[in-house]
């Protein structure tokens, strides 16, 4: 028995034992699982920390992903349009017309009756049929026109007229956009200078050439062009006028600039700059010399330097000097704000061997305050002034919408901007503590870290190394600091991240303009080669005068603007000083209030493009210039940027969602659209459209309904075009004073107008153009 209950308590015992030995194994083998998990997880963290990306890399990687995705959306929407193409304009589709830190300089055409009351071409009326060019703006010669012509052009300049008869030759300075040097070009016009015809590149040297003064001495036509980089003043002889030239003479081994010869009083001078010299101010010298003939020899004046001033007293020659009433004036060129800044010109009072005196005076230049978006609106440093065998005088003159150096500097602005938003992601990483220092703790004067014994005597020897390392401790601690003051869990600590994330947006909308978005400004869209101008007209009353003011400070500075005409319908007129407005603005007060009084015939507007554009609707200058460009190929139609499709049985009035979904249109409204100013007064006030005036009057609605409809009516071809604009705004939604708050009486209305119109005038609805891509990148 006591064996057996030695067995049975060894057998109770064993049991027992087996128990406590399973749960011990299975006690066991979870701790190790356990262990094993935690071993490799922190071994994983190890990894992740100290062998791949730390927390502090990973956000700073994230925040710039962040940031860069704003700023490619950014640049995607303002910068990236895929249905804009610069018609007529090389600069997307030729080798020419690149950007240069240079500029982007043109060449613009002028007429007076004297050379003290020069005014631009589009002043003179004179017009171009081809090109719906009514009238012909400035500039005439551009790096488009002479790259279409077969010579890569990246800018002209230094413009010179030579006059034969009825036909003007000009040469100019182009900077050739593969060779990126600058040649001597020449272009031909038989018409006034309405239009210029590319003849080619009349002098092509090894060297850079510029400002090609052209002179004619018994009977034989000579170039002067500026070749400083080969250290000498050539003159050149025309063998076969104007593109074949061969060197006459080096009249000097000196590396003048801009010099010119000119009779006076019996005794050839000749007037240039030289900078090569010690102590020379650049932009700021000018010497003289004289000869008994142009071909020299040539001897020094007993003055020179004459200047050696700074660059913005007009030393540097500027163009061709003029005699007007028996007195000669002298052009130079103020360098002083940026490198050809404006030219200014000086009466020469005394000219002698041995004495030289001038006093300026003023040109009765008037400058454009459009800024980028004129083609001279930053600059203009040369000028060509001559009197025409009828006694009027032309002239020539070069410009600039951009100053110099404008490519570099927007290149490091762009860097800055991309180095603040990376100081701006660590100040974030720091406050939200993703960023435990700003600088690695080796590098700072605290560290107790292992560090080589080189190093160290290194630096107890160089005490610019015990400063940074002290400055770098310094700013860890005041990250440590910063992070104490400002805590993300409260309200303003949220608030303070809000506006710094903000600043970071506001960099990297300002790096992406840099980068991607050309020189800021909207140019106008030339057709055929040439530019041209229209009158922005709006109706308004007294309730609106807060949109105008926007309006018209806004539409004043758009390049191809020539003036904004207000017809004032209803209250008191404002006072033209009231109106920020940088072109002539005419308020045109009406009598009766009647939206027929758009379409109102009137003398005054000196342009046959005509954009109607409602005084609540804000656009791009830019979409502006693509909707113009696009009336200029079809001046016969109606060309604007908000599209309708009239159909249904009876016709119905519907919104622009209708006609995209249906893909077509058949009318534009009016309220932004360019129109043939004679052809659509005319239709709209003759006898046939006074029903339609009158309907129009009875419902004060339907005006831009009644326009389409008479243009249908004329023709039997399409007569809209739409062009879609980027954007557009209807500021009355602020104002509070849109006319037709009511949307659905104003539809009820319009398709009564539908009906009555088609009574008159025969239905629209048959007509459809469809929405399409075409191949010049309008949609249409």
Same mark, same amino acid.
């Given at each position: ?28 083998? =979870? ?87 020069? !005014? ?9 049929? $081809? ?13 488009? @026109? ?11 300049? /230094?413009?010179? %007229? ?20 600058? =040649? ?31 002179f004619n001495h018994l009977d034989k036509i000579y170039m002067m062009p500026e070749g400083s980089a080969k250290g000498e003043l050539r003159l050149y002889r025309a063998v ?46 000018? $010497? ?22 700074? !660059? @913005? ?11 007007? &009433? ?10 002083? &704000? ?31 305050? !459009? ?35 404008? %490519? ?8 800055? @901007? ?46 610019? *190394? ?14 440590? *600091? ?30 992406? !303009? ?7 400004? $909207? ?28 309006? +018209? ?50 003398? %005054? ?6 954009? &109607?554009? =409602? ?9 502006? $210039?693509? #909707? ?20 249904? *049985? ?28 004679? +052809? ?84 629209? #609805? ?12 309008? /949609?249409?």
């Amino acid at each position: 028995m006591v064996v057996s209950g030695a067995i049975g308590a060894g057998g109770v015992g064993a049991g027992a034992g087996c128990t406590n030995s399973t749960t011990a194994v299975s006690s066991c083998w =979870d701790v190790n699982l356990k262990c094993l998990f935690r071993w490799r997880w922190e071994y994983q963290q190890h990894l992740l920390h100290h062998r791949f990306l730390p927390p502090g890399l990973v956000f700073f990687l994230c925040c710039l992903v962040l940031y860069g995705s704003i700023g490619m959306l950014y640049g995607w929407l303002m910068f990236n349009k895929p249905y804009v193409s610069a018609v007529g304009d090389v600069r997307l589709n030729s080798v020419g017309c690149q950007e240069d830190n240079e500029g982007s300089w043109s060449i613009g055409l002028f007429y007076g009756d004297s050379p003290f009351s020069l !005014k631009p071409i589009e002043t003179m009326d004179v017009w171009k049929n $081809e090109s719906a060019a009514w009238p012909v703006a400035n500039p005439v010669v551009t790096c488009a @026109s002479v790259s279409d012509a077969g010579f890569p052009s990246n800018f002209v300049a /230094d413009p010179f %007229l030579y006059v034969q008869g009825d036909t003007l030759y000009l040469f100019y300075e182009t900077k050739n956009s593969i060779t990126m040097q600058g =040649d001597i070009g020449v272009a031909k016009s038989t018409d006034k200078g309405a239009s210029w015809q590319q003849l080619g590149i009349a002098l092509d040297e090894d060297w850079h050439l510029s400002y090609p003064y052209v002179f004619n001495h018994l009977d034989k036509i000579y170039m002067m062009p500026e070749g400083s980089a080969k250290g000498e003043l050539r003159l050149y002889r025309a063998v076969n006028f104007p593109l074949q030239w061969k060197l006459e003479k080096i009249l000097m081994k000196k590396p003048l600039v801009d010099s010119f010869i000119i009779k006076h009083d019996g005794e050839y001078w000749l007037f240039g700059s030289d900078h090569s010299g010690f102590g020379t101010k650049k932009n700021g010298q000018l $010497e003289i010399w004289h000869s008994s003939s142009p071909l020299g020899p040539w001897k020094p004046h007993k003055k020179n330097p004459i200047y050696n001033v700074d !660059k @913005s007293l007009g030393a540097r020659n500027g163009g061709r000097p003029f005699l007007h &009433e028996g007195i000669l004036y002298r052009i130079g060129q103020d360098c002083g &704000e940026t490198y050809g800044h404006q030219v200014r010109v000086f009466k020469v009072e005394v000219l002698t061997k041995n004495d030289y005196k001038e006093v300026e005076v003023s040109l009765g230049f008037e400058e454009s305050r !459009k800024g980028r978006n004129a083609w001279n609106g930053a600059r203009y440093h040369h000028l060509d002034v001559q009197q025409l065998s009828s006694g009027k005088w032309i002239g020539v003159m070069d410009g600039d919408r951009v100053p110099s150096g404008d %490519l570099v500097r927007r290149f490091v602005l762009g860097c800055a @901007s991309l180095a603040a938003v990376t100081a701006i992601v660590v100040v974030l990483g720091v406050l939200l503590g993703a960023v435990k220092c700003i600088i690695p703790l080796n590098w700072c004067a605290y560290y107790s870290g292992k560090r080589s014994d080189t190093l160290l005597v290194w630096e107890r020897s160089n005490a610019f *190394s015990s400063k940074v390392r002290r400055f770098c401790g310094r700013l860890n601690r005041a990250a440590s *600091s910063l992070r104490v003051k400002i805590r993300p869990n409260t309200w303003a600590g949220r608030l303070v991240l809000a506006v710094i994330f903000a600043v970071g947006v506001a960099l990297i909308f300002t790096s992406v !303009k840099c980068f991607y978005g050309g020189n800021g400004a $909207e140019e106008p869209y030339p057709f055929k080669g040439s530019y041209s101008q229209f009158t922005l007209l709006t109706m308004t009353y007294d309730a609106r005068l807060w949109n105008l003011k926007m309006y +018209v400070k806004h539409y004043s500075r758009c390049s191809s603007v020539k003036e904004i005409v207000v017809v004032w319908n209803k209250g008191t007129p404002p006072k033209l000083s009231d109106l920020d407005s940088v072109v002539p603005v005419r308020i045109r007060v009406e009598n009766q209030n009647s939206l027929n009084n758009r379409f109102k015939k009137d003398e %005054l507007i000196k342009t046959r493009a005509v954009l &109607e554009l =409602d005084d609540d609707i804000m656009m791009t200058c830019d979409d502006i $210039e693509r #909707g113009f460009n696009v009336w200029r190929q079809h001046p016969d139609r109606i060309v604007g940027f908000y599209p309708r499709l009239i159909s249904g *049985s009876p016709l119905k009035y519907r919104g622009e969602k209708y006609a995209r979904k249906h893909k077509g249109y058949n009318m534009i409204l009016t309220g932004a659209a360019f129109v043939d100013s004679k +052809v659509a007064f005319e239709r709209y006030c003759g006898e046939e459209a006074k029903r339609g005036r009158d309907l129009v009057d009875k419902y004060f609605n339907c005006e831009d309904v009644l326009l389409n409809y008479l243009y249908a009516n004329a023709s039997t071809s399409g007569t809209v075009e739409y062009v879609r604009p980027t954007w557009a705004i209807d500021t009355s939604k602020f104002s509070g004073a849109a006319i037709s708050r009511n949307t659905q009486l104003h539809y009820k209305v319009r398709s009564n107008c539908l009906q009555k119109f088609s009574e008159m005038y025969g239905s629209i #609805g048959g007509r459809k153009s469809e929405f399409q891509w075409r191949k010049d990148g309008w /949609d249409s």
